[in-house]
T-cell receptor, first 115, second 112 residues
Framework: DSGVTQTPKHLITATGQRVTLRCSPRSGDLSVYWYQQSLDQGLQFLIQYYNGEERAKGNILERFSAQQFPDLHSELNLSSLELGDSALYFC??????????????FGPGTRLTVL | LAKTTQPISMDSYEGQEVNITCSHNNIATNDYITWYQQFPSQGPRFIIQGYKTKVTNEVASLFIPADRKSSTLSLPRVSLSDTAVYYCLVGGRDNYGQNFVFGPGTRLSALP
């Protein structure tokens, strides 16, 4: 158990809908990262927040957005969902800002199925 | 930005040493290399991290040559429970900011 929690575990929804995924980082960690893992794309970095501020942006679609709240938990919002958005979404957290030896610890993931 | 490649799959017999290599030709000066293990439907689990030369912990060793264009994860004595997908992660800052690039993963099958 990494100490990172994600809810819900599974989510089934329809195309065009909007969903919110939630992540609570390990105690003391200031950074939260979001990754998407689909069968044909591997693990793709989406976005990182550090102490409430956006720190890095990867291959995140404009339909997706995230935020980190004052208590450091984070939410990933996915809107206008398409079939291709079906994937495992992982959250990771780390103590620092992500540079150097700052190690990311991953949560168990949320499996999103878009029908 | 560092692009990483790994072998898609490897087989190894129980008790043998297995070496999994990741190529990252465009690695930046500030990038560290981290290896993760992932079981089906679980999140990646940290194994080991390094910058150059050799790093060893209780489960694995990591070899990084002087040019840092590749890294090799070594599992000393494979057991059936090591069957998983292994990913290298190259992360750090480049000219465009901070990014984290996972390799495609190597599926290791431990054979009895």
């Amino acid at each position: 158990d990494s100490g990172v929690t994600q809810t819900p575990k599974h989510l089934i929804t329809a195309t065009g809908q909007r969903v919110t995924l939630r992540c609570s980082p390990r105690s003391g960690d200031l950074s939260v990262y979001w990754y998407q893992q689909s069968l044909d794309q591997g693990l793709q970095f989406l976005i990182q927040y550090y102490n409430g501020e956006e720190r890095a942006k990867g291959n995140i679609l404009e339909r997706f957005s995230a935020q980190q709240f004052p208590d450091l938990h984070s939410e990933l919002n996915l809107s206008s969902l398409e079939l291709g958005d079906s994937a495992l979404y992982f959250c990771a957290s780390s103590v620092g800002s992500g540079a150097g030896t700052d190690t990311q610890y991953f949560g168990p993931g949320t499996r999103l199925t878009v029908l | 930005l560092a692009k990483t490649t790994q072998p898609i799959s490897m087989d190894s017999y129980e008790g043998q040493e297995v070496n999994i290599t990741c190529s990252h030709n465009n690695i930046a000066t500030n990038d560290y290399i981290t290896w993760y293990q992932q079981f089906p439907s679980q999140g990646p689990r940290f194994i080991i991290q390094g910058y150059k030369t050799k790093v060893t912990n209780e489960v694995a060793s990591l070899f990084i040559p002087a040019d840092r264009k590749s890294s090799t994860l070594s599992l000393p004595r494979v057991s059936l429970s090591d069957t998983a997908v292994y990913y290298c992660l190259v992360g750090g800052r480049d000219n465009y900011g901070q990014n984290f690039v996972f390799g495609p993963g190597t599926r290791l099958s431990a054979l009895p």
